[in-house]
């Protein structure tokens, strides 16, 4: 029996993806486990598998195709010796009514048979086009007959090139022009299409600002203890093997994080419309530039982890973030956000808060400047730090006494290794 391999969720709130790119061709056998496709999500590119057995008897949604809704089928599998039917009802790229997905969604693909609507051939059209829910949009877009053009997908399908490259007729009934289009390009502009990820990025970062009543805490901390002993615990690291470690600043500012959000619990925490939330683990989400956004992956209970601990974690973290290999779980459900641009030479900035977390830490340059101890002047490597956070949550008194916790653990940084 035929079944259908569905665009399976891949995170509470992924409603459609991208898919990047097949593993399998069709025509070869598969067994339950198997990788098939690549996945691109909003915030990664994920590897899916197969939870039946059989042979990809007809790939549905070539790879590079955009925007294919969740539940949406993408390939069939048939049994060793069986034929692939000769028609299928592909739904379009957003269903009416797609099902809810879980907070535990795991990252397979679903390929269990979908009962069938009855058949109403009274209203079926006589020819059918196939087309990706890519294809029909830019058509729509352009106000081509998609009729008209001859496809280049399997069994004819017509795919987004298809349309990008026709010049065929104009449907009969032109809609207006859509405030969306995008301008031609002129004096060498260059239109860059936006990818799952930055549409997904800019959503939420306007509902953030928009809706959540942020305020703003700074404050000068002073890093050469901190440095210090960074360099004394460096040196006593093995040269090679599983026990050698290269601390970095940002690994101490984690931990120091942690330890500020023990002291002081009620900013670790997170907002919803019946109830605030206040987490008795630690999990620090750290901001990781990746080519086309950004993405947090989590250091789970930082509080309980050695320094060694949260930068091997962090190393292992950054790497796959960018090689986008993070699991769903790995970037999503932090309980309070950092991000740090001292790299970059920054003097100061304010981050965005990262919904429902109650605030995030941003971390500038540390540069060396004159500062007054007692009655005299001396040099010191200070650092400027904004806490941002949603005055829902946290008061301004709270969210000073969580700053002054921070800057008193990373100026007696000996707390991080008691």
């Not at 941002?388 to 921070?406: C, I, N, P």
Request: charged share 20%; with cysteine.
């Amino acid at each position: 029996m035929a079944i259908e391999v569905l665009m399976p969720a891949l995170s509470p709130t992924m409603t459609e993806g991208a898919l990047a790119r097949w593993l399998k061709r069709e025509g070869d056998a598969v067994s339950s486990g198997d990788v098939l496709a690549e996945i691109e999500t909003d915030k990664a590119t994920m590897e899916v598998e197969a939870v039946d057995e059989g042979i990809l008897g007809r790939i549905l949604i070539p790879e590079g195709t955009q925007g294919v809704a969740v539940n949406t089928p993408i390939a069939i599998l048939v049994a060793e010796g069986e034929s692939v039917p000769d028609t299928l009802d592909i739904p379009s790229a957003k269903p009416p009514q797609p099902a809810a997905q879980s907070a535990e969604a795991s990252p397979v693909l679903s390929a269990k048979p979908q009962a069938a609507e009855p058949t109403k051939p009274a209203n079926k059209p006589q020819n059918k086009v196939f087309a990706s829910p890519l294809a029909k949009r830019i058509a729509k877009q352009k106000g081509l007959d998609l009729s008209q053009i001859t496809g280049s997908g399997p069994n004819g399908r017509i795919v987004r090139k298809d349309v990008e490259n026709a010049n065929g007729k104009p449907q009969k009934v032109a809609s207006a022009p859509s405030s969306a289009t995008i301008a031609s390009p002129s004096g060498g502009s260059q239109v860059v299409p936006h990818s799952t990820m930055r549409k997904v990025i800019a959503r939420r970062l306007t509902e953030a600002k928009s809706t959540i009543p942020h305020f703003y805490v700074s404050v000068d901390i002073e890093l050469d203890a901190l440095m210090a002993l960074r360099s004394q615990l460096n040196a006593t690291s093995p040269e090679e093997g599983p026990e050698a470690f290269k601390l970095s600043v940002n690994d101490m500012l984690v931990k120091a994080a942690a330890v500020a959000l023990k002291r002081i619990p009620t900013v670790n925490a997170s907002f919803t419309e019946e109830a605030m939330i206040l987490h008795d683990d630690v999990d620090i989400s750290i901001a990781v530039s990746i080519p086309d956004g950004l993405i947090t992956p989590i250091v789970r209970q930082a509080d309980k982890k050695s320094l060694r601990q949260i930068s091997q974690e962090t190393k292992d973290l950054v790497k796959r973030a960018r090689a986008g290999k993070l699991k769903p779980e790995e970037f999503q459900g932090g309980t309070f956000s950092i991000s740090n641009m001292g790299m970059y030479g920054v003097k100061d900035f304010s981050a965005i808060i990262n919904p429902p977390q109650a605030a995030i830490l941003a971390i500038a340059a540390g540069c060396k400047q004159p500062v007054v101890k007692g009655n005299e002047l001396a040099v010191a490597t200070v650092m400027t730090v904004t806490l941002s956070v949603d005055h829902r949550v946290v008061d301004g008194s709270v969210a000073a006494e969580w700053l002054s916790a921070f800057r008193s653990v990373v100026e007696s940084p000996l707390t991080l290794v008691i």
